[in-house]
């Protein structure tokens, strides 16, 4: 349970109050819960979207939704986008520069651009879909989106000595990775075919590797600031590939 509660305090806002110690290694271990937190965050926005639809119409009902998934989270995910485009582009390769200004609080051109396609591109994919699979599709999007930062963690050299990335990855292990993986097959296969959801998974596979590869080339490793952006990355993907 403390694991769970973890999880849930991380990735959300919603107040959970955890009476045992944290250790360094439950960071890890609260992992295996993360897509369970995403049908929290995906249950809530599909309920956000059909109650909103009764009173306006789709696209202010959208805009609700993202403005309540970012409260939910606290952008938490879009601060990480943020911080690496920021860094990625104004380190010029630089490792140590580049580690420098993704700590750094400041936003600058490329993060905030970042942050404009990003929720302009969600606004748009939602909007063309369906009025009737968007529900499910925010929960897909959620769960999936939890589910690659995982992925993009098994396994991941961090690339400080010190943070919130090495403290995932480092007691992360592939019984952990299991869970959550099994977790998320269980949810998927009742939103998605089991042939789309295969798809899907190849597709973001091949996409969080190349994520990984690259801030490994960059960066020697992950960040917080990176698992972040990683989730950004996925839940956009899946938007497009239910709109494909």
């Known amino acids: 349970m403390k694991n769970f509660l973890l999880a849930l305090q991380f990735l959300t806002r919603i107040p959970v109050r955890i009476k045992d110690k944290i250790e360094d290694g439950d960071y ?3 992992m295996a819960w993360f897509p369970a937190v995403g049908l929290i965050l995906g249950g809530i926005l599909a309920l956000v979207f059909k109650l909103a639809a009764l009173a306006v119409n789709p696209a202010i009902a959208v805009i609700l939704v993202i403005t ?21 582009y104004g380190g010029k390769g630089d490792k140590v520069k580049t580690l420098e200004i993704m700590r750094d ?29 968007i529900p499910a599709s925010l929960i897909l999007m959620a769960v999936m989106g939890r589910w690659g930062q995982v992925f993009f963690c098994l396994n991941a050299p961090s690339a400080r000595a010190e943070g919130r990335g090495g403290s995932f990855s480092s007691s992360l292990t592939p019984g952990i990775f299991g869970f959550s993986s099994i977790t998320m097959f ?14 899907l998974l190849v597709f973001l596979v091949l996409i969080i590797r190349l994520a990984k590869n690259y801030f490994a080339r960059k960066i020697g490793g992950i960040t917080g600031d990176a698992i972040g952006a990683v989730n950004e990355i996925t839940e956009i993907f899946v ?3 239910i709109l494909w």
Do not use: E, N, Q
């Not at 309540?68 to 860094?87: I, K, N, Q, R």
């Open 68 to 88: 309540v998934y970012m409260f939910l989270t606290g952008a938490l995910h879009l601060d990480g986008l943020s911080d690496a485009c920021d860094g990625l």
């Open 28 to 30: 890890g271990y609260s």
């Open 239 to 241: 938007l497009f590939f």
């Open 186 to 199: 269980g949810i998927c296969l009742f939103l998605l075919k089991p042939f789309s959801l295969a798809l």
């Open 105 to 133: 609080s400041r936003i600058g051109t490329i993060g905030a651009l970042a942050l404009v396609l990003d929720i302009g591109l969600r606004f748009a994919l939602l909007y063309s879909l369906p009025v009737s699979r």
